[in-house]
């Protein structure tokens, strides 16, 4: 199945789980630590109150508030820098994006928008090209795609089908694949930093 059909088909927690799990992997963009966002996966476990989620979303912008300048002394004319400074802005979206409140229809949104956020960003840090358009990459046409946007691709499915097969049982998988995506895309960030000095 699809990238695109699974996000169609995913529940409000599956969704919620996508979007977070894609803004998690791109937490090293955000200047974030590694369990800034660990709250907002508690909120989804089966004991969870959704109304603490905007609560929690709230809080976790005003520890990442001071970001915002981040990547902004970049050398001009630098297309690695310049590439790197859109990653951050995309980053930024998914996270002012997130809804205060976590309803079906607005996760799904905002799961979908993550989605191709987070493609972006990886292409965009990926030193190879990639041929083919964003929206032919999540309906499933993967040739010739290059290795950093494909680990991505892969772990958003993942996320999505462990959640559609166990539920809130599938929460700690998709933090692990999370997690992992996020050590790859904060090592990339800093081999990219050693790069430019």
């Known amino acids: ?56 979303l709230d809080q976790i912008r005003g520890k990442l508030g001071d970001s915002e300048a981040d990547g902004d002394d970049e050398a001009d004319g630098d297309s690695d820098a310049d590439g790197d400074d859109e990653a951050v802005l995309l980053a930024r979206r998914m996270l002012a994006a997130a809804p205060a409140e976590r309803t079906g229809a607005q996760v799904r949104v905002w799961a979908d928008a993550c989605s191709v956020a987070s493609l972006q960003i990886h292409r965009l840090l990926d030193p190879a090209d990639d041929p083919a358009t964003l929206d032919s990459r999540r ?5 010739a795609m290059p290795p950093l946007a494909a680990a991505e691709l892969r772990r958003q499915i993942t996320v999505l089908e462990v959640l559609a097969e166990h539920g809130a049982g599938g929460l700690r ?8 995506g996020r050590r790859v895309l904060r090592a990339v960030v800093s081999r990219r930093a050693r790069g430019r000095k």
């Open 1 to 56: 199945m699809s990238l695109v059909d699974l996000i169609a088909q995913a529940d409000e927690r599956g969704l919620a789980a996508s979007g977070l799990a894609c803004l998690d992997r791109c937490v090293p963009l955000l200047g974030g630590d590694d369990e800034i966002l660990r709250p907002l996966w508690g909120n989804l476990t089966e004991a969870s109150d959704t109304a603490d989620w905007g609560g929690i």
């Open 139 to 143: 309906a499933g046409r993967t040739e």
């Open 173 to 180: 998988r998709a933090l692990e694949v999370s997690v992992e």
